[in-house]
């Protein structure tokens, strides 16, 4: 007796993709400032997503997907983060191993997981650990405990997307029992509800407050060689697995952005009162708070083009991937995500310039802008995206090989 089919989710155009994404983005927007306030975790609108077929926009047209350019998704992820951020930021490391498994997985193994995908199913991320003594260290491990047979153990901290996935790819070194804690980084796939899996909704950040970033804990969790893929193998050449990564969280920041100065206008329109000296009946016509609602247009919309010519920057390497236009491709990315990271917290800060002091009133929690712009802009500090970039303009150096760039 054949198996029944999986249930399978829209295939999405760009011009729909875009226009759903659109539509789900104004959704968003009503309830997000309720949700923030009182952290109400995304449960219903992230089964949205997952059912809307956008999630599976970027599975291979070669596996039945709709194989969506990076431009495209850039410009969803921006959409739906100027409806919320928070939401927008969880299905984040969803398509970062999306698009681990078309640069590393066997055919079989994208088949199956590919086909997770296209049945509205969610990747998650355990990657980052907390208490280590640098950023990219990485002591959880896999344990080879029989022929094609590991274990798998170690906590993991800011795993955005675990608590509502259906599979958690595990960052993790692959060690034998005569060197443990050296091997080769791999990613094991472990489902949600395995034995040993165990995740904490325990994330308390100041923005970004319902992206349940919180802590994956893996306890002797069995993985078998099937549901392995090598991690390591994807710096030894050219690479955009790091400047695909990056711009999507560019387009994160500047959604906050574009959400930040349309609530800054829509409150000096309809709620701000005009200061005496302008002599104006309308906060709405004060020279000084056009002037800075104007300049505010212009910071956002330079960040916008950035994030547009960096998306299309690493199309352009994975259509022709030679060293040189990966670096190319990064250095793309990093100019936009520096300016993004500025834009986002400037923007979102000026907005109670413009809007005056009723605008900082908690019971509006317009001051979620800022606080999303300012705890999502630590992910990767901008300041060496611009290094990178400043020594690329001084001697020609091209940006390093890594997974933040």
Request: proline share 5%; net charge negative; no cysteine.
């Amino acid at each position: 007796m054949l198996a029944p089919a999986r249930t399978r989710v829209p295939v999405l155009s760009t011009d729909e993709a875009i226009a759903v994404a659109g539509e789900i983005a104004a959704d968003l927007s009503a309830g997000s400032a309720a949700r923030d306030r009182d952290r109400v975790l995304p449960a219903h609108e992230l089964a949205r997503l997952s059912e809307s077929g956008l999630l599976a926009a970027t599975v291979p047209a070669s596996y039945g997907g709709a194989g969506l350019s990076v431009e495209t998704l850039v410009e969803v992820f921006r959409v739906l983060a100027a409806g919320d951020p928070s939401v927008a930021q969880v299905p984040h490391s969803h398509f970062v191993y999306v698009n681990a498994m078309r640069h590393q997985g066997t055919p079989e193994q994208q088949r199956f997981l590919f086909g997770e995908v296209l049945a509205g199913k969610r990747f998650g991320n355990a990657q980052s650990e907390t208490g280590t003594r640098r950023v990219r260290d990485i002591r959880t491990a896999l344990t080879l405990v029989g022929q094609g047979r590991w274990t798998l153990s170690g906590t993991k901290g800011y795993s955005t997307g675990a608590l509502f996935a259906d599979w958690i790819p595990v960052l993790a070194r692959k060690d034998t029992l005569a060197a443990p804690g050296t091997g080769p980084l791999h990613v094991a796939w472990v489902e949600r509800h395995a034995p040993g899996v165990t995740v904490t909704d325990d994330w308390n950040g100041m923005g970004q407050r319902t992206t349940a970033s919180g802590t994956v804990d893996l306890v002797d969790v069995e993985v078998h060689d099937d549901r392995i893929t090598p991690y390591h193998l994807t710096f030894e050449g050219p690479q955009t697995y790091g400047a695909f990564a990056q711009v999507l969280h560019a387009a994160l920041d500047v959604g906050i952005a574009r959400s930040a100065l349309r609530d800054a206008a829509d409150f000096v329109r309809t709620s701000s009162r005009p200061y005496p000296d302008a002599e104006v009946e309308r906060a709405a016509d004060d020279p000084l708070v056009v002037q800075a609602l104007g300049q505010m247009e212009v910071d956002v919309r330079a960040s916008e083009a950035l994030l547009r010519e960096a998306a299309r920057a690493v199309d352009a390497a994975d259509a022709d991937l030679t060293s040189e236009s990966a670096a190319d491709a990064s250095l793309a990315v990093a100019a936009a995500r520096a300016h993004s990271a500025s834009t986002s917290v400037e923007v979102s800060s000026r907005l109670f310039e413009v809007a005056g002091t009723r605008s900082a009133l908690d019971s509006l929690n317009l001051n979620r802008h800022w606080r999303n712009a300012r705890t999502h802009t630590l992910h990767d500090p901008a300041a060496w995206k611009v290094q990178h970039l400043g020594r690329h303009v001084v001697d020609g150096t091209p940006p390093p090989n890594h997974g933040q760039l």
